[in-house]
């Protein structure tokens, strides 16, 4: 058994590069961006009128003059007209190219419309007010988003503005989350009294929907023969196997030995923690790679979390921790030699803006009700037994 610290250890040692491929825009969100996006024209393109309203030269308002006769209109989307006479006005709506000669925008709630003349019912006009400037944000050719960049709503719509239908993102592994055990029934059916319903698979595959990777999900009975046949036939199909159940000491318990049969090597198996102690990680020769985690639901998610989201995090060639930390709002006690996984919900506190965590232990790590009462883990060290109100500690959100 190894400490937690040895075994992220192992785990980040084991990532995987899969490649690089384009996507939609329409699917890019989450992926991780492989390319730099630049600004293929100014931001914005032209001096971009932002109110609906009047545009004139501010030197004839500097120079005293009030009424503008109007000599027409400059709507979004036509193109550059001029103001004529210097000292009239054109309409302008929001999102039209200013008209030239033109450099200020009054909007229509300052000025009053009679017979064709603007007249203007305020002061204090600035010169170049409600036009943004041609390239005032970004220049042409410059860098907007550089490669690497986690693909948000912000990013797609840079991608959508500078004309790019499609991006480059780093390649998925295609995965496979397969539940063991003969007590486990489909969704959809309706469990014998003996028997429960498949929760792991569609929790685990949830913590990797985020990142645009939906895996396939299969099921593997407790029989020796049947476990080594699926398990070699996924090796072939899949990158990644993510096993639930059957890696403890039951005697079903087939998972070590069939991959063991079958040649992959381990890598680890039992960890220092609770909830999780029993997981096995291992690969195999031609590089794919196998979390064989516990079958208890709260043990299946947080190793999920703790293991399997920073690998992917790194094989994306991002920082493998995307850790926050919290403050234990309680005081709590825990005697086993091993890292503590504490569930906790976590709330700001009012006057020192720092994010609580209080606990919300539930009833061991077959409790799967008690993850909907709470919103993290909490990772309480394994030298300690008692972790005092106001500690700080690394905290492993889920919502
Ligand atoms: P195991 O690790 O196979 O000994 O399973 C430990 C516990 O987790 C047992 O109570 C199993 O019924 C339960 N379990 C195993 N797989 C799943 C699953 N896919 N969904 C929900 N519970 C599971
Ligand atoms: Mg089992």
Not at 102 to 120: C, F
Request: aromatic share 8%; glycine share 8%; hydrophobic share 40%.
């Amino acid at each position: 058994m190894i400490p937690i610290e040895e075994a992220t250890k192992i785990v980040l040692n084991h990532t995987r590069s899969y490649g690089e491929e384009a996507v939609p825009l329409t699917e890019a969100i989450g992926r991780i961006l492989r390319q730099d996006i630049l600004a293929d024209r100014d931001f914005p393109p032209f001096t971009r009128v932002t109110m609906d309203g009047i545009a004139i030269r501010y030197n004839s308002y500097a120079n005293g003059q009030r009424k503008f006769p109007i000599e027409g209109m400059q709507a979004a989307g036509s193109p550059q007209r001029a103001l004529l006479n210097l000292d009239g006005c054109l309409e302008v709506m929001t999102g039209a190219i200013l008209p030239e000669n033109a450099d200020t925008v009054i909007r229509y709630e300052d000025i009053k419309v009679e017979n064709g003349v603007a007249r203007l019912q305020v002061n204090g006009i600035q010169k170049g007010q409600n036009a943004h400037l041609r390239a005032f944000d970004r220049k042409q050719g410059e860098r907007i988003v550089k490669g690497g960049a986690i693909l948000s709503p912000a990013e797609i719509g840079v991608a959508a503005t500078v004309g790019l239908s499609s991006l480059k993102v780093a390649k998925l592994p295609s995965v496979a989350i397969i539940s063991t055990g003969d007590e486990l029934v489909e969704v959809e059916e309706t469990p014998e009294l003996h028997q429960i319903r498949t929760s792991n698979v569609y929790t685990i595959a949830s913590t990797l929907t985020h990142w645009g990777i939906h895996p396939d999900k299969l099921h593997i009975a407790d029989d020796m023969d049947a476990t080594k046949a699926k398990l070699s036939a996924c090796l072939e199909q899949y990158d990644v196997l993510i096993l639930s159940g059957g890696v403890s000491k039951g005697k079903f318990d087939y998972i070590p030995g069939a991959l063991n049969a079958l040649g992959m090597k381990k890598l680890l198996h039992k960890v220092k923690q609770r909830p999780g102690k029993p997981f096995w990680f291992g690969e195999s020769p031609n590089g794919k790679v196998i979390f064989a985690l516990p079958g208890n639901p709260v043990s299946a998610f947080m190793c999920a979390m703790r293991y399997i989201r920073p690998w992917l995090r790194k094989s994306l060639e991002l920082e493998p921790m995307d850790y926050s930390y919290a403050v234990l709002a309680e005081d709590f006690k825990f005697k086993p030699d091993l890292t503590y996984f504490l569930q906790v919900r976590t709330s700001f506190d009012a006057e020192t803006g720092r994010l609580m965590a209080l606990p919300v232990e539930g009833h061991g790590s077959g409790d799967l009700a008690n993850l909907v009462d709470a919103d993290a883990f909490l990772e309480l060290p394994r030298e300690k037994d008692k972790f005092k109100k106001g500690k700080v500690f690394p905290l492993i959100p889920y919502r």
